[in-house]
Nanobody, 124 residues
């Protein structure tokens, strides 16, 4: 079992930055790939970024590539999402998720554990 708690969301102006954190509990964290997903009102949940179990490989959605950075600290059981140059279209609830695999993946069906989400609102 893995429990995930996100934090760091909030209201920011376009062009600003936020750093999301995800605190994980459970023995399997360090052997799980981790991902960030988001869901905007009226839209499907979509992939944002993923990182493999060691933190040596990352994957990004085209819409955030070059602006967002995913990282992890296995000693602290934490994963982060640094979001820069934020746009109004980045407004969504952001979810942290733990995968059953060790490789970074955008496939939502490979993520078994999800946090409760944190709201990010970007004003224009």
């Amino acid at each position: 079992q893995v429990q995930l708690v996100e934090s760091g969301g909030g209201l920011v102006q376009a062009g600003g930055s936020l750093r999301l954190s995800c605190a994980a509990s459970g023995r399997t964290f360090s052997s799980s790939a981790m991902g960030w997903f988001r869901q905007a009102p009226g839209k499907e949940r979509e992939f944002v970024a993923a990182i493999n179990w060691r933190g040596s490989s990352t994957l990004y959605a085209d819409s955030v590539k070059g602006r967002f950075t995913i990282s992890r600290d296995n000693a602290k059981n934490a994963v982060y999402l640094q979001m820069n140059s934020l746009k109004p279209e980045d407004t969504a609830v952001y979810y942290c998720a733990a995968s059953r695999t060790v490789l970074a993946t955008a496939r939502q069906d490979l993520y078994d554990y999800w946090g409760q989400g944190t709201q990010v609102t970007v004003s224009s």
